[in-house]
């Protein structure tokens, strides 16, 4: 069983529709939580970073976290095209190094 | 852009030829990684390095080595590359400190091996 679990997708949502990502973890030491959002043949980028249990709203984009269910989402409001990404889901404990969920694919079609 | 660049960019090799990857960066930042990404796995750790000439396994280490001789440089090799090493390679940095969560990547490294 992987460490991080994200749903591949791909998910198809008309432009203005409110997106939900999530990744479910079982490791109980992971306490921060990053999303990434990654364009075709592109490296990811950073979008969101949260500490510990909790939500984090930036712009369209709100990150939550529940760390007694070992659940993260990654919610989008009034889609866009250009949000048309792979979003990856990342975590860590103590250590540096990341670990990543599989990705998911978004298409939002206008 | 995060100041990462990594060359080639592209490269078609051999079964069983030497590659090497490099990535440098411009932000002088102490830690470095290598990671791979591969359909169905995500971004999977290679090695990272945590200074000039120290580096460390990750989780998919076998049939890689690194180094790091200099800040800006951190250099991912194939010894004998092989079919299962097929992959976008992604090289990302990150800043020392314990407010160095943010881990930042390149553009990528696609290899094929033939």
């Known amino acids: 069983q992987k460490e991080v679990e994200q749903d591949p997708g791909p998910l198809s949502v008309p432009e203005g529709a409110i997106v939900s990502l999530n990744c479910t973890y079982s490791?109980?030491?992971?306490?921060?939580f990053m999303w990434y959002r990654q364009y075709s043949r592109k490296g990811p980028e950073l979008l969101m970073y949260?500490?510990?249990?909790g939500n984090k709203e930036d712009g369209r984009f709100t990150a939550q976290v529940d760390k007694s269910s070992k659940y993260i989402s990654l919610f989008i409001r009034d889609s866009q095209p250009s949000d048309s990404a792979t979003y990856l889901c990342?975590?860590?404990?103590?250590?540096?190094?990341?670990?990543f969920g599989s990705g998911t694919q978004l298409t939002v079609l206008p | 852009d995060a100041g990462i660049t990594q060359s080639p960019r592209h490269k078609v090799t051999e079964t069983g030829t030497p590659v090497t990857l490099r990535c440098h960066q411009t932000?002088?930042?102490?830690?470095m990684y290598w990671y791979r990404q591969d359909p169905g796995h995500g971004l999977r750790l290679i090695h990272y390095?945590?200074?000039?000439?120290?580096?460390d396994k990750g989780e998919v280490s076998d049939g890689y080595s690194v180094s790091r001789s200099k800040t800006e440089d951190f250099l991912l090799t194939l010894e004998s590359a092989t079919s299962s090493q097929t992959s976008v390679y992604f090289c990302?940095?990150?800043?020392?400190?314990?407010?160095?969560?943010?881990?930042?990547f390149g553009e990528g490294s696609w290899l094929t091996v033939v």
């Open positions: 990302a940095i990150s800043e020392s400190g314990t407010t160095g969560n943010t881990i930042y």
């Open positions: 990342a975590m860590r404990g103590s250590a540096r190094q990341l670990t």
């Open positions: 949260t500490y510990s249990s």
């Open positions: 932000e002088n930042h102490r830690y």
């Open positions: 490791n109980s030491a992971f306490q921060y």
């Open positions: 390095s945590y200074g000039v000439k120290d580096t």
